[in-house]
């Protein structure tokens, strides 16, 4: 009997034992392929990574131009805020002519012309710096300047002079210009009367005039810098009532076409305002987009470069941005016009987001 027992105990000793060994082999398999599946996954978790990484250097080296690009733009963007425009000209004969000012990008062809003793027609939208162009030039080549605008009721005696009651000859810009040398700057030509051209357009030919007081011969030094909003056809669209100008009038000059600059605008418009940056930016966005939309459409609208630049001054002066657009930018317009333009959908008329502009030119 107790045989018996001794064997029921050592068999279910050796079944325990049996019993351990297995949960053993288990648990240390059980470990083994945990170890194994934290390795794989860690493997899988490196790859992971390295793949990311990867993706992320081969994106970062597929953008790395256009980020130096536009790091580029920016810097000159700043530079140019910061330096003043420098222009330098080499006419033949001449030390080379520089012009430290904000002036258009058209100066050099127009120094090209006048050094050539051609007389220049410059045609451009309103606004673009036509004007201050001639003086420029002027001032380039050390002509003296003068200046008359005209209209459809200038009188020929604004441009040729007149005796008064008590016989003094009163002379005028044109007739200093073209006896004694210099720039004659004749504002809108395409709005002049039409006899009144003719007979400019005889002294350009001749080179000879009849004044009051008679007949003189223009100065070697003579230059004449016309302005128009038109190429002497007629009115279009937006310049209504511009006068159709004779061809033989129109032959007599060199015409350049005077587009709006816009690195030249956005400069203008920057220092108007010099504390109030961002709005100005923002201020420009906001006119160049009604510009683009009116071209667009055809409307016989008007956003040109003064818009901006004057804006910019009442922004310097305290005027909000919706001020400025109300008075300078929007005024007038008619309930069709604001429709076409956008300016009555939701979040239009108030302060523009700021952005700066896309480009210079």
């Given amino acids: 009997m107790a045989e018996h027992t001794g064997g029921q105990a050592a068999r279910a000793a050796r079944a325990a034992v049996e019993e351990a060994r297995e949960r053993g082999l288990e648990r240390a398999a059980a470990e083994a392929v945990g170890a194994e599946l934290a390795a794989r996954l860690a493997e899988h978790e490196g790859l992971v990574h390295a793949l990311a990484s990867d993706a992320t250097e081969e994106a970062l080296l597929a953008a790395r131009p256009e ?104 002379d005028t810009p044109f007739r200093r210009a073209f006896e004694h040398g210099g720039l004659m700057l004749l504002d809108e030509l395409d709005n002049g009367h039409p006899g009144l051209l003719g007979e400019l357009n005889q002294a350009l030919a001749l080179r000879t005039c009849a004044f009051a007081d008679g007949m003189v011969t223009a100065h070697e030094d ?51 305002a010099p504390s109030r940056r961002e709005e100005a930016r923002a201020l420009l966005k906001e006119v160049r987009r009604l510009r683009a939309v009116a071209a667009e459409k055809r409307l016989p609208l008007t956003f040109s470069p003064r818009a901006g630049i ?52």
């Fill in 222 to 272: 003579f230059r004449l810098v016309a302005t128009g909003n038109t190429y002497g056809h007629g009115g279009d669209h937006q310049y209504v009532g511009r006068q159709a100008l004779d061809a033989a009038t129109l032959d007599r000059f060199v015409v350049i076409d005077v587009p709006i600059d816009q690195r030249l605008e956005y400069r203008l418009v920057l220092a108007g």
């Fill in 67 to 170: 980020l130096l690009r536009t790091v580029r733009e920016e810097v000159a963007k700043a530079y140019a805020e910061a330096t003043p425009t420098v222009i330098e000209v080499s006419l033949p004969g001449r030390r080379p002519v520089r012009v430290r000012a904000a002036t258009h990008r058209a100066l050099p062809e127009l120094l090209t012309a006048l050094h050539a003793r051609c007389h220049v027609l410059l045609v451009g939208p309103a606004g673009t710096g036509k004007s201050m162009l001639a003086k420029h030039a002027a001032e380039a080549l050390g002509l003296e300047l003068q200046a008359l605008s005209l209209g459809p009721t200038t009188p020929m005696s604004k441009v040729f002079g007149y005796f008064d009651a008590h016989g003094h000859y009163h």
């Fill in 310 to 361: 004057d804006g910019a001054r009442l922004l310097e002066a305290g005027a909000t941005v919706a001020q400025v657009l109300a008075w300078r930018v929007t005024r007038g317009l008619s309930a069709a016009h604001r429709s076409a333009l956008g300016l009555d959908a939701p979040g239009r008329g108030r302060e523009p987001q700021d952005a700066r502009p896309e480009s210079f030119g």
